[in-house]
């Protein structure tokens, strides 16, 4: 019997590496620094050229909007150009990520938000800035209206699945492990509903891994996620087939958020303990890791992606 994966990560005090939410977007890391110097031209060229591709464009701006800077030079933009939509769009996500941080009133940063989607009515990324606000500090009848504003303009909009995925899995955990909990009712919904070539089929995976996160924090489950039996029952276990069956025949690799699917499902597979599958995700994400779901439900994700990458790999 083979010995079992090593356990991911110890627990988190402080990432090794800062994680690059950009990923593998080199146009967006190039206007991201040009920005952090005040060349907001560069940003307005690539939104241009993303276009109505609205995955991509939440992206991008949610991205941008990390930054310290770019609220400011946001308000730099608009200033040259005041009907902007693109500016108005960049300055409410960032603002949103200013109230996230308790740096903004989250009353006014709803104000903007809704001013730029007056501006760009067929955008869904200022509803998703409102989305992101709403998930952490709004009641349940707001985050079901803003995801459906959402979905209205685009049903199958990568982010704003995940944001409820993460938002409902931490409903009822004081019930602990529920088979028959709605976010996996959720999730298998979003999956059916969207096309079949739409990575939103593997938001099963990603309801698995959200719930278990919420359920490590509220100790139901051990800290370590290969030690828990999360992944192994036979319902998880079909799911994580479906997916990774799924991902071998997709054909989309330029999907601008496929990498955070990859780390989840790699993640995944090496809480199931198969090892050649997590090694051929590996193989694909090479860099790239993301922090969901690595870190969770407190752990230091760079760590705990190398520990696994490097036992899938047989680099150890």
């Known amino acids: 019997m083979p010995p079992p994966p090593p356990p991911l990560g110890r627990a988190r005090k402080r990432a090794a590496q800062a994680f690059d939410e950009a990923l593998d977007d080199a146009e967006l890391v190039a206007a991201r620094a040009a920005l952090a110097q005040g060349r907001w031209q560069d940003t307005r060229s690539l939104l241009v050229r993303t276009g109505e591709d609205w995955d991509r464009r939440g992206h991008r701006v949610t991205v941008l909007a990390r930054e310290s800077y770019s609220a400011a030079w946001a308000r730099e933009w608009l200033l040259a150009e005041p009907d902007s939509g693109d500016a108005s769009v960049l300055l409410a996500l960032a603002q949103v990520r200013r109230a996230l941080g308790g740096k903004e009133k989250p009353a006014r940063v709803r104000d903007t938000c809704i001013e730029a989607a007056d501006l760009v009515p067929a955008d869904p990324t200022p509803w998703l800035g409102l989305l992101l606000l709403e998930c952490a500090e709004g009641a349940e009848g707001d985050v079901v209206r803003i995801f459906e504003q959402v979905r209205t303009r685009y049903a199958d909009h990568h982010h704003a699945h995940h944001l409820v995925v993460a938002w409902l899995a931490e409903r009822r955990v004081e019930a602990g492990p529920d088979p028959l909990h709605e976010v996996y009712d959720f999730a298998n919904w979003a999956a059916e509903q969207a096309p079949a070539d739409s990575p939103l089929a593997i ?42 069956d799924w991902w071998l025949e997709w054909e989309h690799e330029d999907h601008p958020r496929r990498l955070v699917d990859l780390n989840f499902l790699a993640h995944a597979k090496v809480c199931e303990g198969r090892g050649a599958e997590a090694a051929a995700l590996f193989h694909r994400i090479g860099e790239h890791a993301t922090p969901a779901p690595w870190s969770y439900p407190d752990r230091d994700g760079v760590t705990a992606f190398r520990t696994a990458r490097a036992a899938a790999l047989g680099t150890t």
């Open 203 to 244: 938001l099963p995976v990603i309801a698995h891994a959200e719930r278990y996160r919420a359920l490590a924090a509220a100790g139901h489950e051990p800290a370590d996620p290969v030690a828990s039996g999360h992944w192994v029952g036979r319902r998880a276990r079909q799911v994580m087939k479906a997916a990774f």
